[in-house]
Every structure is written in structure tokens, then in C-alpha cells.
């Protein structure tokens, strides 16, 4: 059998005290696609950016054709014929399409010659895989779906036999997508190999020959794709953690505190990550919203809690009216009573560098409560942070200290007393126990079930399907910016991940 | 009535005053396609200006003042490149300081090393750029309208003033023909495209603050011995800000760049001319409104009133890459 196109053995890579990539093994062989899946944050883009050099990894050894290569820059990646297409295009937009072909691979100091290599080299390409594209275009002046074709052709110009294709899809139109996966089998047809990076599951049965599933920085299986299925990957992707239990009683739901209808939310590039999505959340209930990363949940908690403008839709909360029209406003959503725990606590929960005493009221510093004349009521801000220290439990019990002092959790029990002790009607929270440790999680679950018992309405977000089937009363499951089915919290984990992969609901009933 | 003759000595008088704006809105170019925002032009053309005099000074020697004019302003577009690429600092901060140290340390310096009040030496003979007669200058003068134009305008120049307009194509040719300038034009758009191209982002930006500085250098060492006779105390007077008017109103493109450089050229040639000139119906023309005009259309300039800037889209960003 031939050499293998490429082979990582024991690729170890950390940032700062996060081990991103940990002792990874990969064998990829030659004319094959191989898709890598996992959630985001596994670890597939980092191991990716190390394979073409943009990364160096602490550890470990890459192959290719069998040959050890030290790939120290992308120059070292391209020389091994190895090429990449980006998630985020690596494109110059103001260029033309020659000009961003040619780039770094100009062949001579002049351009001249350069132009007309690339201007044969590009019919040729066109001819052979069909990829067409007008070389004299303004690469901002094309559609997404021709400007990942440039970055292709830029790998394809450089005699790439290795192609890395970074979540090629998420920014393609489902017709795009289906005319990239026929080029991509075009050209393993040639003998090209190609490493497909996807949380799509359903990309990965279609195109590939073999698939390596990445969980939290691991290589935790490789199968050939013909022998799995999507509900195998799922379970690998979501993984089976320890079981959370949780005591609590059946829920009263009582009226109506927050109703979302036909809602739409774009992200910052204007695709739509939110698509017209409808549900309700009760007085007293714990609704959870299961999801694999990346499906619009957190479009969806930005949205409601005021951070994003939603595109259109209705959106009531506590029996007012949120315009959808009008321009967003997060302090207005928390005088209406919602309170809102983000996902990611270090950019949106907190700011680090302050006092505890000061993320203890953030973004409600302007209760008269902490106010003194024209000055905040240092002594009274400071004698709230220690109520909330004490309550809470957070350590170690100074006010003073600076936030990024304290542990994860600690942290997050900082953001939670904060958003709980308002006493809000409606409660969003995004991942509560992201990063923390297993007994803060206990207390926090606890302090949520204890809002609901008080009869709060609570939307919960997360992508631990275990914390969601333990807190939840009611689960709905975001999938590809829809809410493609609702269950009870007795809902099988198998039933909840075919949901999450985008196996529909009859599909899943099989 | 203006005649024939008045208007020719406008055109020179144009030029002459455009080729430092010249010189430094193409180095702000170089600098700025790169990413790098710089608005210590005027410092670094202040330093050249000195450093030219007083070493033409010294030595006698003009081309010496040019070389080390030069020197002296690439050494500080280096400590502006280290600053901003190298420890990725704030780019307008380290502009405004280098600005600062210029004014200062040229007034110093020139005290303590001549004692002249923070004047150099007048440069005379050796010491000064004098004027080229191209060949058949005199032989066309009485050629009707023609023959001025050519002796008049194109011949009796300072070489400077051929180095710089020259330099307009040469900008053009080099961004748009070469391996250098697309790279250039690359990495001040996207620096993270050119990474991933296997290119030095660093060496780049660092190559084209170094052009950059050799630019100023030729424009200080125009003002110090060409235009003038020497250096005085702040001599630039606000010229590398009006060079970088230019060069935001001319898009970041080199042929523009030259036309809006003979823009500000020409008010500044006019405000010298209609000073205190009693015209009909308006009356006197005061000294001080005509010689605030080209500040007064800098500002106008760079407050975006006209037409639409579109600066290189990295520019004023540290490189970092991305995890």
C-alpha cells in the first residue's frame, strides 16, 4: 500500500494554560477525503493552522508522503505541497483575482511574467474542474461562493496535492456547497487528498471516505465513513460525560413571560443564523435549547437579551412588546426585567481587569441604589459584592480583588449573582458551567432550579446535552438556525443527538 | 490681466513649491499602502532639512547634506517601524512623538552646534542645489509660447525637482508592476493574505517605512538646500500634515497624489502673489487670510468633505496573528 499523504503522530500544541491539541495522531491517505469533525473549540482549526505552518506545535512530528517535514511557516507547508482555504477567506479584496493568485508566488520581480503563467495556469484549471472564474475581477465585487473558488485555485496555482478546507460550507448557499463537493471529487478523482473540517455531519456523510472525530482538544476516533453513521458521530462529537443529576419537582409552568415569534437574527456578516424561529417560555419552567455550537443559539440569547437587532420578528417580554424595528437596547431589556448570564463571560459577563465589587454591578450602575450624588456609593457597592460573596459562596471572599483573579467558576458565580439577585422575571443564560469545576456546577445548577421553584421563567442555553436533559422541562433543539424539534426531559440522549446532527424528527422516530 | 510671463512664473513658482509635498505625500504613500499610518512626515522631513544643512554646511558638499539628510530621516521612520511593527504600538502616538523630538531636537542641536539661534549656517555654492539648464534652454527662449514653457518651466530646475516628479511614475510603476508593489498594496489591505502567502509580514512593512523615510529625507534636504539656503527653526511649517492631506485626498494613488500636491502647490504660489494685491470690488486681499489658504483646505481635506477616502483597510492595526 502506498505511503499515507500525510501523518501526524503525538501533536501536542497549548495557549497559555489551554491545551488546544493534545497528543493528536492522524493518518490520512492519499486520494481520499477525510473529514474532521467536532464541535467548535475541539481543537480542528488550531490542529489545521499547525499542519500549514501558521502555528508551531510544542510537540510532535507531521509526515507527508512518508517523509518527516518541520513545517515551520506557510512557506514550509506550501514547499510540501500542502494548501489551505480558510474559514475566513485569506483573500485581499481589493485586488484582482490574478493579483490574489499570484500573490507570494509571483515567480519574479516583475509581474509581467508572472500574469500571463497565471492567466494560462487559470483557463487551464477552468477547463479541467470546471472552476471558473474571471480572472480580472475585484475579489470583493464577487459572491462568496467565487471567492472561495479564488482561494482554492490560489492552493490548486501552487501545485497543492494536500488540500485543507476549513468549514468550507458555512458561508455557501446549499447550491454552492453541492458544486464545491463535485469539484472536491473531482479532484480526488486526480489523486488529490483532501481534509474536510466540518461540524456538519451531514457534509461529512456525504462526501468523505473517512472521518476523525475531535473532542476538546482530542482525536478521539477514526471510522471509515461507510461503516458509521450520523448518530455514532454525534455521540463521539458530544461524547458521554458523567451523568448530572439534579433534584427537583415537576415544574408548574404558569403564564406566558416570554414569547419569540417567526424571529430572524443575521450575525455580523449578514448571514442568517437565526431563521424564523417561534417559541415560548413560561412562568416557572426551565426551557432548554440543545444545539451542536455554531446553530444560532447564540445569535439567538444576543438577540433576545438586546446585544444583536434581530432582522424581523416579534419578541414579547413580560407582556411588553420588544420592536424589532427599533434599535436595540440591553439596558432597556433589563428594566423590563430579563436578566441575561452570556455565554462567554470574559468578553460579554465581565470586564476583567475591574474589582470584584465593580462586576458585581455591572451594567446596573445606574440604580440609584449605588449612587451618591453625582458618585457611586463606593461603601454601598461594596457592601452588596459581600452580600453576593456570601451567597454565592464565591472565593476568595475580597471585593477588591480583581476579577481575572478568580477561578472559572468563581467568575461565573460572580455574573450569576449579579443577573439572579435582581430578581428578574425572565432569566437567559448561556452556558452557566462552561470552564467551571464540578462542584461550582452542582451550586449553580441548584440556584437555577431554585429561580424556577420561585417561579421565574428561565431559557437556557447549552451544548452540554447533559446539563440541558438534567435542568430542563421542556427541551427544544436548534439546528442550522431552526428549532427542529421539541421533547420532554425524558428524551433519550441518541433521540436528542439525531436531532442536533439535522436528522429530522421522522428519520429520528425510526 | 495677468500676462504670459506672470503665469509662467506662477507654474514655476508652483512647482517648486509642490516638490517637497511631493516627496513627502509619495513616502507617506509608500508607508501607508503598507498599513503603517504615519504622520510624522513632517518630523521626519524636519530632521532631514537639518541634518541636510548642517552637513552641507560642514563639508561643502550637497550631495554629503543629501545622504545624511536621508540618514537621519530613515533612522527615525526605523524608530517609527520599530514601534508600530515590531512592538506593535499605537501608530499615531509614535508619529506625534517623533514629530515632538524633531521640532525640538533641531532647535537644540542647532543651537549648540552653531549658535545661530537654531539657524544653520547660509549655504553657499557647493553647499546648495543649483539650477539645471537642459540642453537647448537658451536656443528656444524666444520660440513663441513654446519656447518659455521649456526654458522657462521644464529647464532651470533643481535636480530635486526632476528626482521628485520622476519619482510619480516610478511610485506607479512599482506598485502596480511589481513583485514589491503587490505585495505592498497586499499587505496594507490584508496583512493575514500575505502571511498565509508565506510572506514576511514585518520585513515588508518594515521595507516600506525605510522608503519612506528615504522620501522625507529628499524632501527636508529640498527645503534646506534647494528651496532655501540653509535651515531655520520649524521651516516645514505644517508641510508634511498638508502632504498628508494630499495624500488622503488623492485616494493612496501616486498620479493623484501628484495633482493634488501641484494643488497645494499652486495656492501656496497664488498666496505669495495676491497678498496685499488691491483687486476690484473685494478690496485689499489680506496677507494672512491668502497664506492660511492651503491650511485652511487641509483642514476642509481631512474633515472628509470632499469625495469619499477609502485608507488601505489594515492600516493603523498591528499585525497579531489570529488564533
Known amino acids: 500500500m502506498a505511503e499515507p499523504a500525510i501523518e501526524l503522530i503525538g501533536i501536542d500544541k497549548s495557549f497559555g494554560a489551554v491545551r488546544a491539541n493534545k497528543s493528536i495522531d492522524l493518518t490520512v491517505e492519499r486520494g481520499t477525503i477525510h473529514g474532521i469533525v467536532g464541535e467548535n473549540g475541539a481543537g480542528k482549526s488550531t490542529l489545521m493552522s499547525i499542519i500549514y505552518g501558521f502555528y508551531q506545535a510544542d510537540r510532535g512530528e507531521i509526515r507527508v508522503g512518508g517523509r518527516r517535514v518541520e513545517i515551520t511557516d506557510p512557506n514550509a507547508a506550501i514547499a510540501a505541497g500542502i494548501g489551505m482555504v480558510h474559514q475566513h477567506f485569506m483573500l485581499v479584496d481589493n485586488l484582482t483575482v490574478v493579483e490574489n493568485v499570484m500573490l507570494g508566488a509571483e515567480r519574479s520581480p516583475l509581474l509581467r511574467k508572472g500574469i500571463a503563467t497565471v492567466r494560462a495556469e487559470l483557463r487551464r484549471l477552468e477547463a479541467d474542474h470546471g472552476l471558473e472564474v474571471d480572472p480580472d475581477a475585484i475579489v470583493e465585487n464577487l459572491p462568496v461562493g467565487l471567492q472561495q473558488r479564488v482561494e482554492i485555485l490560489k492552493a490548486l496555482y501552487r501545485q497543492a496535492d494536500i488540500l485543507i478546507l476549513d468549514e468550507p460550507t458555512g458561508v455557501l448557499t446549499p447550491s454552492e456547497a453541492d458544486h464545491l463537493f463535485e469539484v472536491l471529487k473531482q479532484l480526488r478523482a486526480e489523486g488529490k487528498t483532501i481534509i474536510l473540517i466540518t461540524h456538519k455531519l451531514r457534509e461529512i456523510m456525504a462526501i468523505t471516505d473517512n472521518v476523525s472525530v475531535m473532542r476538546q482538544g482530542e482525536m478521539v476516533a477514526t471510522r471509515k465513513t461507510a461503516e458509521t453513521s450520523v448518530a455514532e458521530l454525534a455521540e463521539l462529537m458530544v461524547g458521554r460525560r458523567v451523568l448530572l443529576t439534579v433534584d427537583k419537582d415537576v415544574a408548574k409552568p404558569g403564564d406566558p413571560m416570554l414569547s419569540v415569534k417567526r424571529l430572524t437574527v443575521k450575525d455580523g456578516r449578514g448571514v442568517p443564523m437565526v431563521k424564523d424561529v417561534s417559541f415560548t417560555v413560561r412562568a416557572g419552567e426551565i426551557v432548554g435549547i440543545a444545539g451542536v455550537a455554531g446553530n444560532g443559539q447564540s445569535e439567538l440569547l444576543e438577540a433576545l437579551s438586546g446585544i444583536r437587532q434581530a432582522e424581523s420578528g416579534q419578541i414579547v417580554l413580560c407582556g411588553r412588546e420588544i420592536d424589532p424595528a427599533k434599535e436595540s437596547d440591553p439596558a432597556e431589556i433589563r428594566r423590563i426585567g430579563c436578566g441575561h448570564v452570556p455565554e462567554d463571560r470574559h468578553h460579554m459577563g465581565l470586564v476583567l481587569p475591574f474589582e470584584e465589587n465593580e462586576n458585581s454591578i455591572l451594567g446596573y450602575q445606574d440604580d440609584p441604589r449605588y449612587q451618591k450624588g453625582l458618585l457611586l456609593d463606593l461603601t454601598a457597592m461594596r457592601r452588596d459584592a459581600r452580600d453576593k460573596i456570601e451567597g454565592y459562596d464565591i472565593r476568595p471572599a475580597d471585593c477588591r480583588l480583581k476579577t481575572a483573579n478568580f477561578s472559572g467558576g468563581n467568575q461565573q458565580k460572580i455574573v450569576l449573582a449579579r443577573e439572579m439577585e435582581r430578581d428578574p422575571d425572565v432569566l437567559l443564560i448561556g452556558q452557566p458551567t462552561r470552564g467551571v469545576d464540578v462542584g461550582a456546577i452542582e451550586f449553580i445548577h441548584k440556584r437555577i432550579v431554585a429561580m424556577r421553584d420561585a417561579g421565574k421563567a428561565i431559557l437556557l442555553v447549552s451544548v452540554e446535552l447533559d446539563e440541558i436533559r438534567a435542568l430542563s422541562d421542556r427541551i427544544l433543539v436548534m439546528f442550522a438556525g431552526n428549532i427542529v424539534g421539541e421533547r420532554g426531559p425524558d428524551a433519550s440522549e441518541s433521540e436528542l443527538g439525531l436531532l442536533m446532527a439535522g436528522v429530522d424528527e421522522k428519520e429520528a422516530a425510526e | 490681466m495677468m500676462d504670459l510671463s506672470s503665469l509662467l512664473d506662477l507654474i514655476d513658482s508652483t512647482i ?36 541636510s544643512a548642517s552637513a552641507a554646511a560642514v563639508w ?174 520649524d521651516m516645514t511649517a505644517g508641510k508634511g500634515y498638508i502632504a498628508l492631506a494630499a495624500l488622503i485626498f488623492a485616494n493612496w494613488k501616486p498620479v493623484p497624489v501628484m495633482f493634488a500636491c501641484l494643488l497645494f502647490g499652486f495656492l501656496d504660489a497664488i498666496s505669495i502673489r495676491v497678498g496685499g494685491v488691491e483687486l476690484p470690488v473685494i478690496g485689499q486681499i489680506s496677507v494672512q487670510f491668502v497664506s492660511a489658504l492651503p491650511y485652511i483646505l487641509t483642514v476642509i481635506l481631512l474633515a472628509g468633505f470632499v469625495g469619499k477616502a477609502t485608507p488601505p483597510k489594515a492600516g493603523g492595526v498591528p499585525y497579531v496573528k489570529e488564533r
Open chain 2, 60 to 233: 561643502g558638499s550637497v550631495m554629503l547634506g543629501l545622504c545624511v539628510g536621508i540618514l537621519a530621516s530613515v533612522g527615525f521612520s526605523l524608530i517609527h517601524g520599530v514601534a508600530s511593527i515590531t512592538y506593535r504600538g499605537n501608530q499615531i502616538v509614535s508619529g506625534v512623538a517623533i514629530n515632538f523630538i524633531a521640532a525640538g531636537l533641531t532647535i537644540i542641536l542647532g543651537q549648540s552646534w552653531f549658535g545661530q539661534g537654531g539657524r544653520t549656517p547660509s549655504l553657499f555654492g557647493g553647499g546648495r542645489f543649483t539650477a539645471v539648464d537642459l540642453p537647448g534652454a537658451e536656443a528656444v527662449r524666444d520660440v513663441p509660447v513654446l519656447g518659455p514653457i521649456y526654458s522657462g518651466i521644464l529647464s532651470g530646475q533643481t535636480p530635486l525637482v526632476y528626482v521628485a516628479f520622476l519619482m510619480v511614475p516610478l511610485t506607479w510603476w512599482i506598485l502596480f508592476r511589481t513583485r514589491f508593489g503587490l505585495r505592498l498594496r497586499a499587505v496594507g489591505e490584508n496583512p493575514a493574505a500575505v502571511d498565509t502567502a508565506g510572506i514576511s509580514v514585518t520585513w515588508l512593512r518594515y521595507r516600506a517605512v525605510i522608503i519612506c523615510g528615504v522620501l522625507c529625507g529628499f524632501a527636508g534636504a529640498y527645503l534646506a538646500t534647494a528651496q532655501a539656503a540653509g535651515f531655520t527653526r
Open chain 2, 16 to 51: 517648486r513649491l509642490s516638490t517637497p509635498l511631493l516627496f513627502a505625500a509619495l513616502a507617506g504613500l509608500y508607508s501607508e499602502r503598507s498599513g503603517i499610518f504615519d504622520i510624522s512626515l513632517e518630523g521626519k522631513m524636519l530632521i532631514a532639512a537639518f541634518a
